[in-house]
């Protein structure tokens, strides 16, 4: 791994440490792998020990496609610098599918469905039988179809087997000098449309044009949410003050209304993961 990576280095405590080895020994018995590689914090932490572990025979390979933020593929091509990870990106073509264009509730197990489809044939091409994700073992009680396609595929997700938390996973990040330890979560923008309104590339445009927005005016933590002609704003609790200021507020109404938004609300719960699943009555996947 290059020097630079090495930066800022603090080691964890012992507990932690521990964890650490047991996901070092799982991934140094692979022959081989695919990295899953969304450039996200769990992922990259995952490339980061993978690629320490394996060295070119741990494979990164981003997905790109109508979902996927330029601002994500820009922290992924820096972490592949950083880092020297052999990666790749592929197209894929979940907006092809009906299914998942509809929006369902398991809108993700056809996203899932087509990115491990993917892995799995370049796996075949090249001799890898191993696919690597980055769950942790916080998403177990998440509602999260993907996981279906994971089964279906036989997708390993390591961090989970070394029974790692996200918050330990940031740990481990920071002490091993990864940029992403603190990197908000992320999700892909469709996660932005409430279920059984249509995935659409004019949608997907407006979100991401409208989250470059709140992202120019310093706001790290936040979601719009598409309402049709309404943009609901998800920032931290911490930010709502800011945001209610004349000039920030008259910059976001301007701008969100420029790019097609009619009327631009502020959800005064803030910004929570998966808050579209409201609706929904969760159970185990």
């Not at 899932?112 to 370049?122: D, P, V």
């Not at 940029?179 to 449309?193: Q, V």
């Not at 989250?211 to 706001?219: A, K, N, P, S, Y």
């Not at 598409?226 to 976001?252: C, F, K, S, W, Y």
Request: a negative charge; glycine letters at 8%.
């Amino acid at each position: 791994m290059k020097d630079a990576a090495r930066l800022h280095v603090v080691e964890p405590d012992e507990s932690l440490a521990g964890k650490e080895r047991v996901l070092r020994d799982l991934l140094v018995r692979l022959d081989a792998a695919i990295v899953a590689f969304s450039g996200g914090a769990d992922s990259a932490y995952l490339a980061y020990v993978a690629h320490d572990q394996l060295g070119e025979r741990a494979l990164c390979i981003t997905a790109d496609s109508p979902s996927y933020p330029q601002r994500h593929r820009d922290l992924a091509l820096g972490l592949v610098t950083r880092l020297g990870l052999r990666h790749e990106f592929i197209r894929t073509h979940e907006m092809d599918r009906a299914e998942y264009r509809a929006n369902p509730a398991n809108r993700c197990y056809f996203c899932k469905q087509e990115l491990y489809g993917e892995l799995s044939r370049i796996g075949r091409e090249r001799g890898i039988t191993v696919i690597l994700d980055g769950n942790n073992a916080d998403d177990r009680g998440d509602y999260r179809p993907g996981r279906q396609a994971a089964r279906e595929f036989g997708v390993r997700s390591p961090l989970d087997e070394a029974d790692l938390t996200k918050d330990e996973i940031r740990r481990l990040s920071r002490a091993a000098g990864l940029p992403t330890w603190d990197e908000p979560a992320s999700a892909c923008l469709s996660s932005r449309i409430p279920y059984l309104s249509e995935v659409t590339g004019e949608k997907l445009q407006m979100i991401e044009r409208a989250e470059i927005v709140l992202h120019d005016l310093g706001f790290r933590v936040c979601r719009v949410r598409h309402h049709g002609d309404t943009a609901r704003l998800e920032i931290d609790a911490a930010d709502m003050p800011r945001a209610l200021e004349e000039d920030v507020r008259q910059t976001i109404v301007r701008e969100l209304r420029a790019i097609g938004f009619r009327y631009v609300t502020l959800d005064l719960q803030g910004y929570r993961t998966g808050s579209l699943n409201e609706v929904l009555r969760l159970r185990p996947v």
